[in-house]
């Protein structure tokens, strides 16, 4: 059984950081590549970032470049989202999300799915 399983998220005031985890069990980790999507109440999951399966390659929508860093650890089979300098905008459900190999920043490009979690950035 597949399992994505995210934590980190929390309150935090604008130009504060959080670090989000995602543990994975249940798939090769190191043959897949990971993505962080997230998502507010009433309106579609938007992609953030991604890594490839090796952690060599990166990708960042334009609105987090910058201030938000993805990384690995195929070792311990979690991926994190470090994000910095956060902005009420950045307030959503943060969600992982597996895919097979290279990366993409598509929802239907993801095979498995966390169940999310909060973050939420005050003014």
């Known amino acids: 059984q597949v399992q994505l399983v995210e934590s980190g998220g929390g309150l935090v005031q604008a130009g504060g950081s959080l670090r989000l985890s995602c543990a994975a069990s249940g798939i090769t980790f190191s043959s897949y590549a990971m993505g962080w999507f997230r998502q507010v109440p009433g309106k579609e999951r938007d992609f953030v970032t991604a890594?490839?399966?090796?952690?060599?390659?990166?990708y960042y929508a334009d609105s987090v470049k910058g201030r938000f860093t993805i990384s690995r650890d195929n070792a311990k089979k979690t991926v994190y989202l470090q994000m910095n300098n956060l902005k009420p905008e950045d307030t959503a459900v943060y969600y992982c999300?597996?895919?097979?190999?290279?990366?993409?920043?598509?929802?239907?490009?993801?095979?498995?799915w966390g169940q999310g979690t909060q973050v939420t950035v005050s003014s």
């Open positions: 890594i490839n399966w090796g952690g060599g390659r990166t």
């Open positions: 999300a597996a895919r097979i190999r290279d990366l993409g920043v598509g929802v239907n490009e993801y095979k498995y």
